[in-house]
């Protein structure tokens, strides 16, 4: 670990440490403490310095550890895990599981965790903002197979799984915007980006990144271009490292059950948390042409099903907004 990041450890607690003690635990100079410190400036977190009193984290947090993310997992999970990489600072985790590594074999996974992302990617080229030790960034790599793919709608099954995730540590009142935007009060909490990578007949490596806003600093929130919440606005404070296993151990039994049985294994969890059924609904798709009906649910592929004018097509991409009638 760089000195840089175990400054920022040692702080993590958001009380004040005296420049003095710090250099002494990391065996450097006061001055290359606040040498440091004057660098976190333009990376972040930020970081108040009072003079007599030493620095301070304008915001605490519980560091990530590998450790703590193993003790929540149980033994089956922990089997299947052939890499639980936790990192300080990284452009984006999908990029990294999509570019480290042989291919999980056929049962195992990859998953990496990170403080930061520098370049934190968002659906349909958008950004992820992904300040340090705020929300969870976490990426999953497994082995699928051409069949699991074709039968589509594995992000739905993911946002699920997730949204499941979220629920188990005490979060309510969650919803899905199709098809993977995990919502909690009219706002997007939760996003998914899958990736995939690999020769073509497979079999393909399928990255499954997960980004949940926990605690976004006030400064980060101004890079972010659509209507967003975190839990902190509610005052829930998640445990970061309890939070990622429940996520790893639910993807597993997703990609387990998807594997299985499809899509149709988790119609009615859709129903359940779909926000957008029964409601004027306007698709965007890619090439900007716009679809304006009534969202009746999702097919058997997992597209979305509109009705114009008596009749309901099927579409398998877009950006849905939910319209007033
Ligand atoms: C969305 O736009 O809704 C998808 C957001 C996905 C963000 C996560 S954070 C972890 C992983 N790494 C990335 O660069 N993106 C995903």
Redesign the pocket.
Known sequence: MTTRFRLIDLIADGCFHSGQSLGRQLGISRAAVWKHMQALAETGPEVHAVRGRGYRLSQAFVPLAEEAIRAGLGSPVVQRLERLDVVHDID????YLKRIGPMPGENGVGVCVAEW?R??????G?A?V?PYGANL???LAAQAGEALLSSGGLSLAVAIAVTEALQDCGVQGLGLKWP??IFYQGR?LA???LDLSGESGGPYKVVI???VNLKMPAGAALGIDQPWTDLSEVGLDLDRNHLAGLIISGLIRTMDLFNEYGLRAFTQDWQRFDLVSGRTVELRQEHESMIRGVARGIDDRGALLIERNGVTRSYMAGEVSIRLP
């Open positions: 984006s985790t999908n990029e992302q370049a934190g990617r968002g659906r349909r958008r992820w992904s960034y976490l990426s993977n935007d997007k996003g998914i980006l990144g997960v980004g």
